[in-house]
């Protein structure tokens, strides 16, 4: 470090020093200090900085609604969204990436997520499923088959319905969307991000990879079935 840089960083320094003086610091004190260089010298050279705070992996949602769902029937995926009443936009996607048929499902509940920071599908999966985020996507899938994760498109609509009828869901009707992990049987990529959102117009229901690595705004919510909350950020 040259002379002029050493100088200016010091005088900053010594500035910010003073400025950061404690109000008990007494004349007394200082002369202290000053007439035993020696001990100040080898004081002030023990110290360090305090760490940088790590960025912090603490959970960045939180549950903000829970809402039973009663079971429902099978039904065809093409008849899914496909009430025009209802939805005014049906994302041509769904067909080809999802089984022509939506298995019958269990009542469950389903518990709707809000967020402090933006988001991935990814990140918010491995959160919830207590395992590290740079897992594939096909293991990631799995496992939330597994532990119960997963909705059918019935139950999503069942959702939709709800927030109709004004039940506390906790779903946006702002535009934002609303989104669901869904399966998708396909072994590689198992499981896929169904959303709908709500406009002027009505609803529209769209879908997406779970590997989509855009980040969502906080605004954007996630609803999960069968979540246990207890487990959250342990």
């Not at 992996?57 to 039904?75: E, H, N, P």
Request: charged fraction near 20%; aromatic fraction near 10%.
């Amino acid at each position: 470090m040259s002379a002029k840089a050493y100088d200016k960083k010091t005088a900053a320094f010594a500035g910010f020093m003073i400025q950061n003086f404690p109000d008990t610091l007494t004349n007394e004190i200082m002369d202290g200090w000053m007439n035993n260089p020696a001990a100040t010298k080898k004081f002030l050279t023990g110290l360090v900085p305090p760490p940088k705070a790590a960025e912090s992996s603490a959970l960045f949602f939180s549950v903000i609604a829970t809402t039973q769902v009663a079971a429902t029937d099978a039904k065809k995926t093409s008849k899914c969204f496909a009430n025009f009443s209802r939805y005014h936009y049906r994302d041509g996607d769904f067909d080809p990436w999802l089984p022509a048929n939506q298995p019958k499902a269990d009542a469950c509940a389903i518990s709707t997520l809000g967020f402090e920071r933006d988001w991935t599908f990814v990140e918010t999966a491995a959160k919830i499923l207590g395992v590290g985020a740079s897992r594939s996507v096909k293991l990631i899938g799995k496992a939330l088959i597994e532990n119960g994760h997963t909705v059918t498109l019935a139950q999503i609509e069942e959702m939709v319905e709800a927030t109709e009828r004004r039940a506390n869901t906790g779903m946006q009707t702002n535009s934002y969307w609303n989104f669901f992990f869904v399966e998708t049987g396909n072994e590689d990529d198992p499981v896929s991000v169904a959303g709908v959102s709500r406009d002027v117009s009505g609803w529209n229901a769209g879908v997406r990879r779970l590997g989509y690595d855009s980040r969502w705004s906080a605004v954007v919510r996630l609803l999960v079935c069968n979540l246990d909350a207890s487990k959250l950020g342990s």
